[in-house]
């Protein structure tokens, strides 16, 4: 019965928000357990049942909704949501996840840069994962801000579904990451541009309850408010002498994504060559290794500007003028007469 009331508070939500006009009416869902691992066939990782894909899947059905942006920002990749939706173009899947080169859970799941989805759901599936740093709000607010929201504007959704788990947050057990309240509040806000503002966000992970409050808490405020209620600038950042700086890694991971996905989102285009001069890092080619090196703008600039600028240096060898060069060659002329001479004169002995 419990797990029927569960998937009723999701489904009455979908409810809610079609039942009104867009832009007067978002959601945030409070249910447990989570349900992203959980496929359509089997349970996992906590979850028994996948509420957000039954509840993307209930409008499509019941309001004849065309196209569903699914974005989970839970820590852990959600493995179920992706491969119920693999083949789908109508549900767009993107995750920004701790991935750990693979060794991060779901261990063995298609969930890297370069799983995209299958046959009509190539490129419908978006990954953005992480790798080898504890990753927190710039690089989060990178990836959103590079990857998520132009791709997501792009696909144009009627219907916008977050898996809003919080165990990226500062202060989580699990997930280690060091994402702030502000940075959700944030992320909720890019949203809910999107579809509308037709906008509903459903607990998954967390496992802090002080994390997990201040983080669902500026969620619903950006929900309740529809703009940034909270100081996106802490007074430490405002003030510090040394900007902060993205961790490398993210650079990587983002770049790797764009390259990827370019092929089916016109908006990535360019992309990776203008985060590679920002980065001062290498480019990578389709599968994401290191092009050869080319020579940057900004040294073939200064190459061509010395130029105009600098005097030639001097020759090492000295230019003869015309008329000496023209003088040496008559003499030349004359000394092999004399030699031509001279041998005769020894050939033909008088
Ligand atoms: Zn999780």
């Known amino acids: 019965m419990w797990k029927r009331k569960k998937l009723a508070v999701v489904l009455h939500a979908i409810d809610d928000v079609f039942a009104n006009a867009a832009g007067e009416k978002n959601a945030f869902v409070v249910t447990r357990p989570p349900g992203h691992h959980a496929s359509s066939s089997s349970s996992s990782g906590f979850c028994l049942f996948n509420n957000v894909a039954i509840a993307a899947r209930y409008a499509m059905e019941r309001y004849d909704v ?5 974005l989970d920002w839970d820590v852990h990749h ?52 992480f790798s080898s740093a504890k990753m927190g709000d710039l690089e989060y607010r990178a ?21 809003s788990g919080f165990d990226a947050a500062a202060g989580d057990p ?6 702030s309240p502000e940075t959700f509040a944030l992320m909720t806000y890019e ?23 201040e983080s669902a808490q500026a969620v619903v405020e950006t929900l309740l408010h529809r703009a940034v209620v909270r100081k996106l600038v802490s007074a430490r950042e405002q003030f510090a002498t040394k900007k902060p700086q993205l961790h490398p890694e993210a650079w990587t991971s983002l770049r790797k994504v764009c ?12 992309f990776q060559r203008l985060i590679g001069e920002s980065s001062g890092s290498t480019l990578l080619d389709r599968k994401g290794r290191p092009t050869p090196t080319s020579t940057p703008k900004s040294e073939k600039t200064s190459t061509s500007s010395s130029k105009k600028l600098l005097p030639t240096p001097p020759s090492t060898t000295p230019r003869r003028s015309p008329r000496i060069a023209a003088s040496q060659k008559k003499t030349e002329k004359t000394d092999m007469q004399k030699l031509e001479e001279e041998m005769a004169r020894l050939m033909n002995p008088k």
């Open 174 to 179: 699990l997930g280690e990451y060091k994402v």
């Open 191 to 213: 949203l809910c541009g999107l579809a509308g503002g037709r906008t509903i966000a459903v607990l998954e992970g967390g496992y802090n309850l002080t994390a997990i409050a």
């Open 143 to 163: 990836a959103f801000m590079k990857v998520i929201m132009p791709i997501a504007y792009e696909f144009n959704p009627e219907l916008v579904l977050i898996s």
């Open 259 to 270: 390259h990827k996905q370019e092929s089916y989102w016109s908006c990535l285009m360019g």
């Open 66 to 70: 065309r196209r569903v942006l699914i």
């Open 78 to 129: 959600g493995n179920g949501t992706q491969e119920i939706f693999y083949q789908d173009r109508n549900v767009l899947y993107m995750s920004l996840h701790r991935h750990d080169g693979g060794g991060f859970y779901p261990m063995g799941e298609p969930k890297d840069f370069s799983d995209v989805g299958e046959e009509d759901g190539v490129g419908f599936s978006v990954n953005v994962p």
